[in-house]
């Protein structure tokens, strides 16, 4: 049998569409076929014209007879038989009769002629009254014996050979018949397996993810079901989620096919390792799901989340580009709240998210605390909506100063929420909130009014730093908005300093460079936030245009005379120098650390060491004092009477 695919759809269907008008048409001719027969096989006008003979012969006998002595024949018989022939002769020229015998000139001829005899019979019957008289009678009609008899001979030959077509014609439909229903059976199971075929193949299309062949999310959510419903323990039953660490940077650095290529390359290698009785689906993007039935199916799952970590441990192939990525892994098993499938799910992604929120490439076994925390940043979101309108929000500003002697060099603007029943609350914690519910942009923006308002009342040479989140960064809006705040509030554009993170330069390459390009034209200056901390590497110094970088706390706090942060911080110091960078350390609290910057080449800095963020009273306090100590040192008595006042 060929093999069937979409092709034969049409041809088959074209087929079987003829086939069964041909048969529609083959039952209407057997049906004509069978009537031929019937008809012919009718015997009655066969009969009346096969005893025309006898019933000619029958009268001339009547009619001799009449004349013999003691004849019992009346006039009345003999009009009787004369009426009988009358009548034959009369259905011989019949349709019916003449289609039955076949409408041929000899037949007409004799038919002719038998008329004749029997018009001339007529007169002479009812002038019957001599033995001469029935004679010259019977004369007339000798000769119509042999025709009457022939014409009978040709009707039955005929009849016959009609039955004999008639029988041929419907043993042939028959055999046609017999090999168009073969053929449209035949038809029918190619149909039938076609679509069955079909329909196999959609299926398993809606549950196959077309880039990596792994079941897609449907398959996953029913495989989950299947196994929810059949788990008799629940603790038999787990799930994980993992997705892939900086997946979007790969995307965004080496283009979509490469991404594509590094997730058929993670399915392909952990596909073997994960085939023993699970299943391993891609749900979206870059987020794969496992789940398994199996006893302590806890610390299996563990087993499964460390065996895909060490699968991450060999960098990809992404076409011809080789990189290293990390997985988050999220494990959940039904705890006795959990009674649809969909809570399984839910607190897999909640692990998931615990493990991105702490430390990527993690593995983190989901716990009720984790909801209680879900929960708990669903309601802070909520209010964090109202906290903007309720006047709740507020900023701080901590002074970056001169290492060398400690003078404010400018601000860095920082959030607080003063939460009505909680009280102050974290940016550490809200600001992740307000990224993720997109309050960030309403948020940053009165942010950044509200620091050039308050920077107004500064000296001019005092700057103003305004962190901003990499969504605000990359709102089409920003320049406009930075503008607006920076004129209505009289700020010159070089006294703002914008940071942002490195986070911000993974996600969007390119138009990074733009903005940054773009802010620069106008004179606004821009840092890099937190350097050292993510995936930035020194090279990044060279393809952003930024004014200064802040190396991350982290490195201040824990550089020590042993480690060698101390050895890195030079390094970026140098560099920057030969970039034309600003270094600003933060976090220094010690008086260690300030002597450890300064050595290590840092000029500028901030920390609780010379000072924690304050409100704008206590700038306002600090920026007089430091006049006033300049003034002092100058001996400007104008400016001390003046600060006195
Ligand atoms: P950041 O930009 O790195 O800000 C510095 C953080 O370090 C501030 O925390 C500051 O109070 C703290 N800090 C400064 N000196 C010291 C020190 O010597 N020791 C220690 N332990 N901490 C020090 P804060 O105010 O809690 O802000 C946390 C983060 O929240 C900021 O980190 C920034 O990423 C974010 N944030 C704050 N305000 C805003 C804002 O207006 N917009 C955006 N997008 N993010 C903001
Ligand atoms: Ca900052
Ligand atoms: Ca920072």
Redesign the pocket.
């Known amino acids: 049998m060929p093999k069937l695919n979409n092709r034969w759809e049409v041809p088959l269907l074209v087929v079987t569409a003829g086939l069964g008008f041909a048969a529609v048409q083959m039952l209407f001719a057997s049906v004509q076929y069978m009537n031929g027969i019937s008809r012919a096989a009718q015997n009655n006008v066969v009969y009346e014209v096969m005893t025309t003979a006898p019933e000619l012969a029958r009268l001339q006998a009547t009619v001799a007879r009449f004349f013999l002595p003691d004849s019992d024949v009346t006039r009345d018989d003999i009009a009787l038989r004369f009426a009988i022939v009358q009548n034959r002769m009369k259905i011989l020229r019949t349709q019916e009769s003449r289609a039955l015998r076949g409408d041929n000139a000899e037949a007409s001829e004799l038919l002719d002629r038998m008329k004749v005899a029997v018009e001339q019979a007529k007169p002479k019957i009812e002038a019957l009254q001599t033995p001469q008289d029935a004679a010259a009678l019977i004369d007339i009609f000798d000769p119509l014996n042999r025709q009457a008899s022939q014409l009978s001979a040709l009707t039955t030959a005929n009849a016959a050979n009609r039955i004999a077509t008639n029988e041929r014609r419907l043993t042939c439909t028959f055999w046609l018949l017999l090999g168009e229903i073969l053929g449209l059976l035949a038809c029918g199971v190619l149909l039938i397996s076609l679509l069955r075929r079909e329909r196999r193949k959609a299926n398993r299309a809606a549950s196959v993810d077309s880039l990596t062949g792994l079941p897609n999310r449907l398959a996953f959510n029913r495989a989950l079901a299947d196994a929810f419903s059949k788990a008799s323990l629940p603790g038999d039953l787990a799930v994980l989620m993992f997705d892939l660490d900086m997946f979007k940077h790969v995307n965004d650095t080496l283009g979509h096919a490469a991404g594509d290529r590094l997730l058929v390359s993670v399915a392909e290698r952990l596909k073997p390792l994960l085939h023993d009785g699970r299943i391993f689906a891609r749900l979206s993007g870059d987020e794969f799901a496992i789940i398994f039935h199996k006893p302590d199916a806890r610390s299996v799952a563990l087993g499964i989340a460390s065996t895909i970590q060490t699968a991450f441990a060999q960098p990809f192939d992404t076409g011809g580009t080789m990189v290293a990525v990390s997985a988050s892994v999220g494990v959940a098993v039904p705890g006795p709240e959990d009674r649809q499938p969909e809570d399984l799910m839910k607190n897999a992604d909640l692990a998931l998210y615990a493990v991105k929120g702490a430390q990527r490439g993690d593995i983190r076994l989901y716990e009720p605390a984790m909801k209680q925390a879900y929960l708990s940043r669903q309601t802070l979101s909520q209010d964090l909506r109202n906290a903007l309108a309720n006047d709740e929000l507020l900023?701080?500003f901590?002074p970056v100063v001169n290492l060398a002697d400690g003078s404010t060099r400018g601000f860095?603007?920082?959030?607080?929420w003063k939460h009505p029943q909680r009280g102050f609350i974290?940016?550490?914690e809200f600001?992740p909130i307000a990224e993720e519910s997109g309050l960030?942009l309403p948020?940053?923006r009165w942010?950044l009014f509200k620091a050039c308002a308050v920077a107004a009342q500064w000296p001019e040479t005092i700057s103003i730093g305004?962190?901003?989140?990499p969504q605000?960064f990359m709102d089409s809006e920003l320049v406009g908005i930075v503008e607006d705040a920076l004129s209505r509030h009289g700020i010159r554009p070089d006294r703002l300093t914008l940071?942002i993170?490195e986070t911000t330069l993974i996600q969007n390459d390119q138009s990074v460079v733009t903005t940054l390009n773009v802010l620069r034209k106008i004179g606004i200056k821009t840092a890099l936030?937190?350097f050292g901390t993510g995936f930035a590497s020194l090279s990044y110094l060279t393809r952003f245009p930024f004014d200064s970088i802040?190396i991350?706390?982290s490195f201040v706090?824990g550089s020590t005379a042993q480690n060698n942060n101390e050895l890195i911080i030079r390094s970026i110091c140098e560099l920057a120098g030969k970039l034309g960078l600003q270094v600003i350390a933060?976090?220094?609290?010690t008086a260690e650390q300030l002597a450890l910057t300064r050595s290590a080449g840092c000029e500028v800095g901030?920390?609780?060491?010379f000072d924690?963020?304050m409100d704008e009273v206590q700038c306002a306090t600090r920026l007089s004092l430091e006049q006033l100590q300049a003034s002092r040192l100058h001996g400007d008595a104008t400016t001390v009477d003046t600060l006195r006042a």
């Open positions: 900023l701080n901590q860095e603007a920082l959030l607080r974290s940016p550490a600001i960030i948020i940053g942010a305004v962190n901003l989140s605000q940071e993170t936030d937190d802040k991350d706390q706090r933060e976090g220094i609290e901030q920390g609780y060491f924690k963020p």
